[in-house]
């Protein structure tokens, strides 16, 4: 069984930093493309990053501004946030795919965190 946690959620001022981290256990971590999504009340989860088999992947509305990396020694991902807008207030998850990606379509991963709460205040 996979299992991923997500970590470093909080509150931020807006222009303000925060690292989020995901540790997958209970499968080959560098064998599997990962990404992170977030979603707020009343919308559909919405893709921020990706890494994985041929590279890094991004939202246009996070690019220049996150980070995505992984540690396969540590099976963890992380999401490096910078420059944070009040408009990033939502709760991020990660999730793991089988497949060959990196992949924005949420359908493609097949397992996902519980979520951690990312709140910017203006």
């Known amino acids: 069984q996979v299992q991923l946690v997500e970590s470093g959620g909080g509150l931020v001022q807006a222009g303000g930093s925060l690292k989020l981290s995901c540790v997958v256990s209970?499968?080959?971590?560098?064998?599997?493309?990962v990404g992170w999504f977030r979603q707020t009340p009343g919308k559909e989860r919405e893709f921020v990053a990706a890494i994985g088999w041929s590279g890094s992947l991004y939202a246009d509305v996070v690019k220049g501004r996150f980070t995505i990396s992984r540690d396969n020694a540590k099976n963890t991902l992380y999401l490096a946030m910078g420059s944070l807008k009040p408009e990033d207030t939502a709760v991020y998850y990660c999730?793991?795919?089988?497949?060959?990606?990196?992949?924005?379509?949420?359908?493609?991963?097949?397992?996902w965190g519980q979520g951690t709460q990312v709140t910017v205040s203006s």
């Open positions: 999730a793991s795919s089988m497949g060959r990606g990196p992949y924005s379509d949420p359908n493609m991963y097949d397992y």
């Open positions: 209970g499968s080959a971590f560098s064998d599997y493309d």
